[in-house]
Structures are given as structure tokens and as C-alpha cells.
């Protein structure tokens, strides 16, 4: 059936310090790609989403290439601040109105 | 722009409980949907709604009934609160159009905790 896998959290670096948080994807279907980031007290927000193969999504200075091939869709930041402390979900949303998320993975950074 | 207002932010109740749950977005969405977040899981779908009086099932209906008064808003159930239960509902809308690049815009969340 569908899933995500994704890095187990917490993932905890220093400011500065470059993230990646991975993420494969299981599906018969051919899926947009999502990541969403969630702040305490807060809903999931979207930071971005890729519906084609071999593109990029980017956003704040986060980017994803999906990977069709690899069926990843891995997150990375060249240079975190404590503001990126958040939980950020893969997703996709392979057919219809549903998506299936990962459990998602804590990041926090110190300062 | 938009909103999605969950209320209440936060909910007690007891062991056998029902209890409901409401959701009101004003971005003039069709689709809504209810999800379940604990820690460790993810967010699974209880129930979604694609239209006024729609009511689709998710992964995780079990134990809970919805429903789609209007378009703009969308409730949910608690049939029987279980015990030292405690998760996160979110509420998301999406424009319902767009297939499979429909994003998804979600509620702040209601949190429960059963005594």
C-alpha cells in the first residue's frame, strides 16, 4: 500500500549547520510530492510541492528533487537557523483528495 | 487568503464521552477534511467531505462520526472517548480541483485529553 518514510527524529544540529531529512515514497501511482512544516501551537503548513519528476521545489532556502527513480524526495538546507525548529512531514497525494503523510521528523536548532 | 478556525483549542473530557469538534474555513473551499496527529504517527485521515452533505470515510473512521453542515464548515465526533486518550485533530481545506497538486491548508488544531 501507500506510505512515506522519512528520518527519525529529534535531529538535533547547531545554527549554521546544513539539514537533510529524508524521505521515500511508496506507491503504484504517480504522486505529487509535498513537504509541510509544523510550529508549535500551529497546523501543518506547505513549504513546497512538486508534481513532476527531476524537478525541484524550494522554499526559504529549502529544496527537494524529486527523485522518481529512487522514489525520494530527501530535504535539505544549506545553513539552518534556530528558526527552522519545527516538524517537517513528507507527503504525497498520488490520486483524488487524500495524502499520505510520514510521521514526520523534530528538528531542532540550537543557537 | 484565508482561514481555518478549529474549535475548542483545547478539549477534556471523560472516559465514554461523546464529544464534537468544529471546523470553519473561510477560503471557499469544497474539500475539508478531519486528520488525527500523535506523536509518532503522523497525521492520518478520519474523515474528509468533497461537498456540502459528502461524507468520505479515511484510514482511521473507526469511533468517529462528521458532518458537512455547510460549505464552509465541518464537524466531527467523538462516538465514545477511550480512556487517557490524547491526540491532535486537524482540520484541513483544499480547493478540490486540482487532482493530485491540491494543496492541503490546515487548522491551528483541537487538542484532546481524556480522563
Known amino acids: 500500500g501507500d506510505s512515506v518514510t522519512q528520518t527519525e527524529g529529534p535531529v538535533t544540529l547547531s545554527e549554521g549547520t546544513s539539514l537533510t531529512v529524508n524521505c521515500s515514497y511508496e506507491t503504484k501511482q504517480y504522486p505529487t510530492l509535498f513537504w509541510y512544516v509544523q510550529y508549535p501551537g500551529e497546523g501543518p503548513q506547505l513549504l513546497f510541492k512538486v508534481p513532476k519528476a527531476n524537478e525541484k521545489g524550494s522554499n526559504r532556502g529549502f529544496e527537494a528533487t524529486y527523485n522518481k527513480e529512487a522514489t525520494s524526495f530527501h530535504l535539505q538546507k544549506a545553513s539552518v537557523q534556530e528558526s527552522d525548529s519545527a516538524v517537517y512531514y513528507c507527503a504525497f497525494n498520488s490520486a483524488g483528495n487524500k495524502l499520505t503523510f510520514g510521521i514526520g521528523t523534530r528538528v531542532l536548532v540550537r543557537p | 487568503g484565508g482561514i481555518i478556525t478549529q474549535t475548542p483549542k483545547f478539549l477534556i473530557g471523560q472516559e465514554g464521552q461523546k464529544l464534537t469538534l468544529k471546523c470553519q474555513q473561510n477560503?471557499?473551499?469544497?474539500?475539508m477534511y478531519w486528520y488525527r496527529q500523535d506523536s509518532g504517527k503522523g497525521l492520518r485521515l478520519i474523515y474528509y467531505s468533497i461537498t456540502e452533505n459528502d461524507l468520505q470515510k479515511g484510514d482511521l473512521s473507526e469511533g468517529y462520526d462528521a458532518s458537512r453542515e455547510k460549505k464552509s464548515s465541518f464537524s466531527l465526533t467523538v462516538t465514545s472517548a477511550q480512556k487517557n486518550e490524547m491526540a491532535v485533530f486537524l482540520c484541513?481545506?483544499?480547493?478540490?480541483?486540482?487532482?493530485?497538486?491540491?494543496?492541503?491548508?490546515f487548522g491551528p488544531g483541537t487538542r484532546l485529553l481524556v480522563l
Open positions: 484541513a481545506s483544499s480547493t478540490g480541483t486540482g487532482g493530485s497538486q491540491d494543496t492541503q491548508y
Open positions: 477560503f471557499n473551499h469544497d474539500t
